[in-house]
């Protein structure tokens, strides 16, 4: 994900906390920022869910991207990948 605009690493976390909550309230997935925590305006923001239906959990995480872009447009997401673990 990209930041535009950002200026600091405090911004940077006002604006992707929020983020991380509300993905963890809608969806009931466990989120992270998991790499850039250095860059002001690069986040790469994961979200995992546990299942024993390959299908629930696809179907699940494939809905996040699209809610991202559609309601947190101040953020650009750059690329999504979804891994299932057996």
């Known amino acids: 994900m990209k930041l ?3 200026s600091s690493l405090k911004e940077k976390r006002s604006r ?3 983020l991380i909550s509300r ?3 809608e969806f009931n997935v466990s989120v992270a920022e998991i790499d ?3 860059s002001w305006r690069d986040t790469v923001i ?3 869910l546990v299942s024993n239906n390959h299908d629930h959990t696809r179907q699940a995480l494939q809905v996040i991207p699209a809610w991202v872009a559609k309601y ?3 953020l ?3 690329d999504d990948h ?3 673990i057996n």
């Open 4 to 6: 535009p605009g950002c």
């Open 16 to 18: 992707i906390k929020p």
């Open 23 to 25: 993905l963890h309230r």
């Open 36 to 38: 850039f925590h250095d």
């Open 46 to 48: 994961a979200c995992a």
């Open 72 to 74: 947190w447009q101040d």
């Open 76 to 78: 650009e997401l750059v």
């Open 82 to 84: 979804i891994e299932l």
